[in-house]
């Protein structure tokens, strides 16, 4: 998808009271714009570096006033990413998570997530079977318990245990534009985790064909921290 700037259109706000249905602003960028100019009551465009919507949020992030980000937010379905991705990304307090739960979800035929350090001993593959070994005690664990009395999602409970934190995982995360950025930075960076800093950038690439202008400081091709 490619980026696109355009004017921001003030019609219909520069007057009047009560509540405006935003909808007619209804992409990423034009929600924080909105606010922005709000804070001044700058509807009028006299300055051509602030005119377009590109241009006014390259302001706001040159003066790191990044509340106006917060306006709007993106939600990601995630797939093929481990638990040991997850655990880490949780730490980022100012997202939202709704995470698989392996209480309740058969993990007999999960599959694993192969860390970018052994892809090339794996024929460059990114996901696998689960090793033989944890699917054979995992199945006879919940076998086991059950024969004991114990419900299908107590012994479920007790036997993910017993899975390696490479187990895929599936997540769906929603955040405002400031904790994209904060995630991505720490995230997106030669100091992370090698698979979470490869979903970083995919997450980066994804967010400037959301919000360009939210994320145009940002560049996407080598990550944060190595220079």
């Not at 990044?66 to 307090?93: K, M, W």
């Not at 309740?104 to 689960?130: F, K, S, W």
Request: aromatic share 10%.
């Amino acid at each position: 998808m490619e980026a696109t700037d355009h004017e921001y259109d003030p019609s219909g706000f520069d007057e009047g009271d009560g509540f405006r249905n935003l909808d007619i602003t209804n992409d990423c960028d034009s929600v924080p714009v909105f606010g922005g100019r709000n804070c001044y009551q700058s509807w009028g465009k006299p300055n051509p570096a602030t005119a377009t919507e590109m241009g006014y949020l390259k302001n706001i992030l040159s003066h790191e006033h990044y509340s106006v980000l917060e306006h709007s937010s993106a939600t990601f379905y995630v797939t093929g990413v481990s638990r040991n991705l997850t655990h880490e990304l949780i730490r980022h307090r100012h997202l939202s998570y709704s995470e698989l739960s392996q209480r309740y979800v058969d993990m007999e035929n999960a599959r694993i997530v192969i860390p970018p350090a052994l892809r090339q001993e794996h024929g460059g593959e990114v996901m696998g079977p689960l090793p033989w070994g944890a699917v054979r005690d995992y199945e006879a664990t919940v076998r086991r318990l059950m024969a004991q009395g114990l419900k299908r999602k107590q012994a479920r409970e007790a036997a993910r245990y017993i899975l390696p934190g490479g187990t895929e995982t599936r997540i769906v995360v929603t955040g405002n534009m400031r904790a994209w950025r904060d995630s991505i930075y720490k995230r997106f960076n030669v100091s992370a985790d090698a698979e979470i800093r490869e979903f970083g950038g995919s997450l980066l690439t994804q967010l400037k064909e959301i919000a360009p202008g939210c994320f145009q400081d940002m560049d996407n091709t080598e990550p944060f921290g190595g220079k």
